[in-house]
């Protein structure tokens, strides 16, 4: 029905009905359909909006119209300095162009309505929507000639402008009211009740009265969806179907216990809607969230804030730690090492988004290892990790790799960390100046937050702060030893306990910090939370060129873990160091098929100790890293713990072994076992001079030569044993010899000697 008027067309600057992008001095890009134009003005019909790449269509004129107009010279010159454009045809609804009539009555009807519309563009041409006179003049002759009414008219025509004179302009818009991509979510009965939609299940299909119905997407549901989708989309590697499986595990419900103590508890998956629906929903908004960054990416401004990245400080960790101030326990003891009662963490932290990204707990000073675990925590994931402590639910965990590392003077400056960090990841190594505090970071600021979370838990030593003046001063001092005094027979903190509530911090300290001040404009554009892990997440997707090049996890290990021994063994399929064992299922046959073919020797193996579980390690399987997990008998030993718990479990071992046997000192001993009742040597040589006795020769050297003589007496005996059965043996092999007959009486008798 795309008739225009060739009298009254006159091309200047777009063709009509064609569809152009304005870039306006304010707010998002216009999309429009170009109606035409006259010496004055151009007209145009509003289609929608494009913001960060993703276009926005309106809907239809019903009740609305949508057209403006522009000073031609306005116009022009926005086209002369490419601010004004011409794009592909995108007005159209996917509904309207697979449209098909269905029977004659609705032909008719369709045909009645381009009837008018054709009407008004034949009599008036353009004019209708140049002046609001003819306009209104053209819609009164319209609904005269065809019995419609004057409202419904201006629709029709309205529709003819905004689809731009599209043949089925004027159908019914069933594709509204339902159906691939349009939202009824809400939509509910005249008594409250929502209304069902889309397909029954098999199960409802069979049994009405099932609990495995329909379930409905309910709109808080929704909004929660779309918020949670732009807060993850921006996560390297994520995807659509991980980021819905993400939502629904995250779903919980909360109760109070008998003690009035706010518990959490998943939600049931039964109450939820399917992992497919989901993801029906959440694929187009995270296409749209990845347009956006497409869009700030490539831009100007997002040109430059990929290379402040990657020149300056928005990559930069930095690396320190601080003693926690509370006791762990195991058992009835206090954990201790080296006279050291308390904790020491190490935390890496982003700069630009003071996210924390990496932790390691020791009970030692801090030294080489302790920063490398640092580092290798940073730049892994923290999955494996959270379901170790059985904390999965945190949602505040980050990790990357860094460009440069800041650490303070001491062992994070050691050649080893140099050589692992500077010459393996090549990484920069920067320290703190001497004399500058300022220039640490914020990691004495972020253990604060820590020390706070932790001050109430029985058994930490943390204090409150000292305020007031007078009494005030005292009163608080007065607590804070009381509280010193009471922790170490009060601690009642665990190793689990302890790990569960560090993460449980860093995930709150992640989710929940004021990070205003550090909230770029192009962050605010892309309604990025003023929060640390959605800004660092923010940081790592606009990185572009070489800063954007992560090692993958099995680089990171090689770089990093502490590898086998160059002896390394495993007999029988099994990896035993420190006094623990791993195995695994396919290392064990691949032992034994080497020992087969080996003579027996055990095969040599190569692999990786994990900084961060020492209840794993890797097996590098000619090139392919396999992991190995630990002998029941070390699981049952040592359980989840870090490596210095395991250390300490070692020590108590040789510790509780010596002093039950300094507490068994006096046990007799076998020899004295046999001896009991005796007598003694003194005793026996007093009995021998009462019975007149000669004395018992008590002489060292008499003794020596006693012991000789009888050793040899005894030698001369042995041989001439030995000769007489060597001279019977010898006798023994002579063959038989028969000796000449000899007469006795009437009797022959022969003797053969043996």
Sequence with gaps: MNCPNPATEK?????????????????????????????????????????????????????MKYRMKFPIEVMRNLRDRELAWRVDECGIPKGMSKFSLADKEDKEALREKNDVVSHIVR????????????????????????????????????????YGGHEFAQAPRDWDKGGE????????????????????????VIDPSTHLSRMQFPVYLFERLKKYVRREAHVPGATITDIARGFLRSQVGHNRDADGKKQTFAVDPRTLPSERNTIRKVTPIFHEEKAKLALLRSSARGRGYSAQIANGDLNVVDIDGTVADCFIR??????????????????????????????????????????????????????????????????????????????????????????????????RLLMAEPGKPQAKGDVEQTMDFFQEEVADIIGSTHGEPVKGKGPEKDAARKRNREKLRKAVASAKLTLEQFMRAL??????????????????????????????KHMFL???????????????EEAIIRRLAKPFSPDMTAPSGIVSFDKREFTCDELRIRAIEHEATHNGSSMPIKGYELFTSKLHALWDDDGYLVELGPSEQTLEKFGIAI?????????RDLADLEKQRDKNRLHPTVEQAVKRGGVSQATQR?????????????????????????????????????????????????????????????????????
Aim: hydrophobic share 40%; with cysteine; proline share 5%.
């Design 181 to 204: 991509g349009v939202e009824r979510l809400g939509a509910r009965r005249a008594d409250g009740t929502l209304i069902e939609s889309g397909r029954k299940t098999f199960a409802e």
């Design 538 to 552: 923010f940081n790592v997707a606009m990185r572009a060129g070489d800063a954007a090049w992560d090692l993958t």
């Design 123 to 162: 009599v008036y041409g353009d004019s209708p929507f140049k002046d609001k006179k003819t306009y209104s003049e053209a819609v009164a002759n319209a609904a005269r000639k065809f019995g419609f009414t004057e409202k419904s008219v201006r629709k029709y025509y309205e529709h003819f402008l905004f």
């Design 686 to 754: 007093r009995m021998e001079a009462t019975e007149g006795l000669p004395p018992t020769v008590n002489n060292r050297r008499a003794r020596k030569t006693a012991e000789a003589h009888a050793s040899a007496a005894h030698t001369r005996a042995v041989l001439a044993s030995a000769q007489k059965t060597s001279a019977l043996d010898s006798n023994a092999r002579v063959p038989a010899v028969a000796e000449p007959p000899t007469r006795s009486g009437s009797r022959r008798v022969i003797d053969i000697n043996f």
């Design 11 to 63: 091309i200047t600057l777009f063709r009509k009905f064609s569809n152009v992008t304005v870039v306006l001095p304010k707010g998002p890009h216009l999309l429009a359909r170009y109606l035409g134009e006259d010496n004055a003005y151009v007209y145009l019909v509003r289609l929608g909006y494009v913001e960060n790449g993703v276009a926005t269509f309106h809907k239809d004129p019903d009740t």
């Design 330 to 427: 195991f058992g009835d003891s206090i954990v201790g090492i080296d006279s050291v009662l308390k904790p020491t963490v190490l935390l890496a932290i982003d700069r630009s988004s003071r996210a924390i990204i990496g932790w390691y707990v020791t009970y030692r000073p801090e030294d080489a290892n302790s920063y490398l675990a640092c580092v290798f925590s940073a730049c892994t994931d923290k999955e494996d990790e959270l379901a170790r402590w059985r904390v999965s639910h945190l949602d505040g965990m980050v990790y990357g790799c860094p460009s440069a590392i800041f650490v303070d003077r001491g062992p994070g400056i050691s050649e080893k960390v140099h050589r692992a960090i500077v010459s393996g990841m090549r990484q």
């Design 503 to 532: 993460l449980t911090a860093i995930s709150r300290h992640n989710l929940n910090s004021d990070m205003r001040r550090a909230r770029t404009r192009l962050m605010a554009e892309a309604e990025v939370p003023p929060v640390p």
């Design 643 to 651: 490596p210095d718990l395991r250390d300490y479990i070692q020590m």
